[in-house]
């Protein structure tokens, strides 16, 4: 063993950094596509039991909108960086 050896410094993970990366591994699971099939399944019984459920309809509303918006930037962001390296 050298002279000038020292113990590895451990270094401690708090809690709220291990529940903060369960959530993110557990987020990574979940699928846009999953939730979307979700609400379309929930969105079909809601019709077909005939009740009324506003918030439901405006929380899918916006989960479908944000949806659209993400696939547009990604097509997006994939064409320009598709232009950029044609350029070059």
């Known amino acids: ?5 020292e113990a590895p410094k451990v270094r ?3 809690v709220t950094q291990k529940v903060g990366s369960l959530f993110l591994r ?3 699971l979940i699928r846009p596509e999953t939730v979307l099939g979700v609400f379309l399944i ?3 019984l809601l019709a077909f039991f005939q009740t009324q459920s506003i918030g439901f309809y405006i929380v899918f509303g916006i989960f479908i909108v944000g949806y659209f918006v993400e696939r547009i ?5 994939r064409h320009k960086s598709y232009l950029k390296q044609s350029k070059k």
């Open 26 to 28: 557990l987020l990574a």
């Open 73 to 77: 930037i990604i097509t997006v962001w």
């Open 12 to 14: 401690e993970i708090s």
């Open 1 to 5: 063993m050298p002279l000038n050896y």
């Open 42 to 44: 929930a969105a079909i």
